[in-house]
């Protein structure tokens, strides 16, 4: 028997469907070469499910989804819909799908190659070369802990959040960024608070136990978020993968993704459940949709991660090779465009990966 993956393809709005459409013809020309194939379901999500369903996630949509090996989804929101409030929002689709596939773990490599140092707001030295992979831990942490609330009136009114984790969830996101560093350079950096927060404390100590019982053979260094800030501005080569919950991770992310100089190179997946979610860390670029300006590198590489969590990481590195290639051959979009480079379109950038790939 072949190997076959069964895909939910969500190309949601904007220049969602058009990346959609680039990665889906590199996928099936690397699959073809390394012998496996994926059978595509697409269905509505975001904008384009309000639309025809009046919910930005359907349930059915939910269904197939849990169902199939793998979700690739393009971008979600847009003008059209931005009068919409609550449940009805797009984003909010995106939320229901992550908290249904259970995805804890937000995954968000940036590497910046040679050819596109140039590019970046810090000098081409400090990023040539520059490959570094966030996991962030995404269900938990400040952002859903509880007790959090507002009381009071005039001066005397009050908020509070509260940062918790468990035992258990500061293990199953660290598993995933050990699992990760075993892949890559073999360096995990957990990020954490230690110094001032009990629940960074527990954090730390949680990680250092794991390591020391599973992960021995990963190399393990520990910053305060503060350090971590400014060593991703001094010196972020350092770094192979960083492990943090989800306020530093949030905060953390952004600024690596910033490095390269343009939103149009990063993927992302959300994982941790039976299915993941792999999606560009851009989002529907109204400004530019349906002009065939879209950079489709960001989705390309969701969908090499896509093979990389399939154990496909043949056909997900030919696909990294490819966008490399075509790069140093200087081919660019309108976001990295530069004297001396190539202008592509979407659809051609599409061809030139798949043929390099
Ligand atoms: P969202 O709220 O969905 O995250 P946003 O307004 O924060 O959307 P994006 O849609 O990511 O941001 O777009 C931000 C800017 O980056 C826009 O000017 C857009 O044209 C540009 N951009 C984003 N993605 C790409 C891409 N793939 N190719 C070229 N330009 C892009
Ligand atoms: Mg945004």
């Not at 028997?1 to 904007?14: F, K």
């Not at 968000?108 to 040539?128: F, I, K, Q, Y």
């Not at 600024?255 to 459940?273: I, K, M, W």
């Not at 489709?296 to 056909?315: G, H, Q, R, V």
């Amino acid at each position: 028997m072949s190997r076959s993956y069964n895909i939910t393809l969500l190309p949601g709005d904007g220049i969602g469907p058009e990346v959609i459409a680039e990665s889906v013809k590199v996928l099936d020309a690397v699959s073809e070469k390394a012998g496996f194939s994926l059978n595509y379901t697409e269905q509505n999500a975001g904008g384009a499910a309000i639309d025809a369903h009046s919910d930005p996630m359907p349930d059915s949509v939910v269904e197939t989804c849990k169902k199939s090996d793998a979700v690739l989804l393009g971008a979600v929101g847009g003008p059209k819909w931005d009068e919409l409030t609550g449940a009805m929002r797009p984003e909010s689709g995106l939320l229901k799908i992550r908290k249904e596939l259970g995805a804890f773990a937000n995954l968000r490599p940036v590497t910046v190659p040679e050819s596109l140092a140039e590019n970046s707001p810090l000098r081409p030295e400090t990023v040539a070369g520059l490959d570094l992979f966030t996991v962030r831990e995404l269900t938990g942490g400040i952002y859903f802990g509880e007790p959090r609330g507002t009381e009071g009136e005039g001066d005397e009114k009050k908020s509070w959040n509260t940062m918790v984790y468990s035992v258990a969830e500061i293990k199953r996101v660290a598993r995933v960024a050990f699992e990760w560093a075993r892949k890559r350079r073999n360096k995990v950096t957990s990020v954490d608070k230690a110094n001032v927060l009990d629940v960074s404390r527990l954090w730390r100590d949680t990680v250092i136990e794991l390591h020391a019982a599973e992960y021995s053979d990963v190399e393990l260094d520990h910053l305060y978020i503060d350090n971590a800030a400014m060593q991703m501005v001094v010196n972020p080569r350092q770094f192979d993968v960083i492990l943090t919950g989800n306020i530093f991770g949030d905060i953390l992310s952004d600024a690596s993704a910033t490095l390269g100089g343009s939103l149009g190179l990063l993927p992302s997946a959300s994982v941790g459940g039976p299915v993941g979610i792999f999606e560009p860390v851009h989002g529907s670029a109204p400004d530019i949709a349906g002009q065939g300006k879209a950079n489709p590198f960001a989705m390309i590489l969701s969908a090499a991660m896509m093979l990389d969590t399939l154990n496909e990481s043949d056909a997900a590195n030919a696909i990294r090779a490819g966008v490399d290639k075509v790069l140093a051959d200087g081919y660019r979009s309108g976001d990295l465009w530069k004297e001396g480079n190539t202008l592509a379109s979407t659809t051609e950038l599409g061809d030139l990966v798949k043929d390099a790939a």
